[in-house]
């Protein structure tokens, strides 16, 4: 027997709500996954710029306080520029290729000051030369003296017991170069010797000292890391799959840069017109007057 019942259906208002629901719950939905994906996009870590060390080379300049007559004095002294030497290191190597840069270009710069402070004096300078082996048998043969300043540093990297060499930090420059970079501390100690010397025997006559004393630095230096990249396979379950790659900053040692040869022109610009000042004082004329006759006396003694 057939059944005439007739199956009810929904009335039409609550289906409309359901459908209305639905649409609005998926949008709700994307809306969400949006805010969310909004919220995950962050701004790229800001990055450094990188130090500049424009006026490193640029030197103080030393003026006499007085000026005799040019050649006035009866004396030819010849000037070398100034000569550098380190004691034995504490810790790690603290003078760097860079540093001695430094102290070429500080020498050169103090050379050409020391020639002005004889002429200042009325004395005839020959120089100045960048060492003693340059010196040509003429000029030595024809001259009274030869004067230098040597310079014995004492130059230390701390230890990390002595509160150096902090723990390696990651940083981004400009450019998005990736480095390490690392904080220390360094110790440059100064003892400035001012010597007079017979030319053709370079036997030492005079010597006078300045202590410059020791400070503490502190210095940064950052090695560059580079960028290198991994492939590996991610299998898709299904006999398949695709190659992924990934990449990472790797360490070298190579240097981006390194703040110690500032430090080190930093103690010396500062030093400078206490070291030329000195020089000025021990450098008297009188003095240099008797040396003469003694540099003669050494040459009729060996025979030149």
């Given amino acids: 027997m057939a059944d005439n ?19 609005a719950f998926a949008a709700g939905l994307f809306l969400v996954s949006l805010s969310c994906a909004t919220n995950n996009n962050y701004a790229p870590p800001p990055s450094r710029s990188l130090p500049t060390f424009a006026d490193m080379y640029n030197w ?26 380190q004691t034995l290191l504490k810790f790690g190597t603290a003078v760097t290729l860079a540093m001695s840069k430094v102290f070429a270009s500080f020498s050169s710069s103090m050379g050409q000051d020391f020639e002005a402070v004889m002429v200042a004096k ?40 002595e509160g150096g060499l902090n723990e390696l930090r990651t940083d981004v420059f400009e450019g998005g170069v990736h480095a390490r970079v690392r904080n220390g ?32 630095y502190t210095y940064e230096m950052a090695y560059k890391d580079k960028q290198e990249a991994y492939q590996e396979f991610v299998s898709d379950g299904c006999g398949g799959g695709h ?12 240097v981006l840069y390194d703040t110690k040869p500032y430090m080190l022109a ?39």
């Fill in 122 to 161: 009325g004395i005839t300078a020959k120089g100045p030369f960048e060492s003693y082996d340059e010196i040509t048998y003429t000029d030595k043969e024809t001259s009274d003296l030869v004067m230098q300043v040597v310079i014995i540093f004492d130059i230390n990297d701390l230890s990390p017991m």
């Fill in 266 to 304: 930093t103690k010396l610009k500062n030093e400078y017109a206490k070291i030329m000042g000195a020089g000025w004082t021990y450098f008297d004329v009188e003095e240099m007057k008797n040396m003469k006759t003694r540099s003669l006396e050494i040459r009729q003694k060996k025979r030149y």
């Fill in 243 to 254: 190659y992924y790659t990934s990449y990472k900053y790797v360490g070298t040692t190579e």
């Fill in 5 to 23: 019942r007739k199956k009810k259906r929904a009335p039409l208002g609550v289906l409309e709500f359901s459908l209305v629901s639905v649409v």
């Fill in 60 to 85: 103080p300049k030393y003026t006499p306080p007085e000026a005799a007559k040019p050649a006035s004095v009866p004396l030819t002294v010849i000037t070398v520029n100034p000569d550098h030497n």
């Fill in 185 to 216: 501390k360094m110790s440059i100690g100064a003892k400035v010797f001012y010597y007079m010397y017979e030319p053709l025997s370079k036997e030492k006559m005079w010597v006078k000292k300045l202590d410059l004393g020791t400070e503490e």
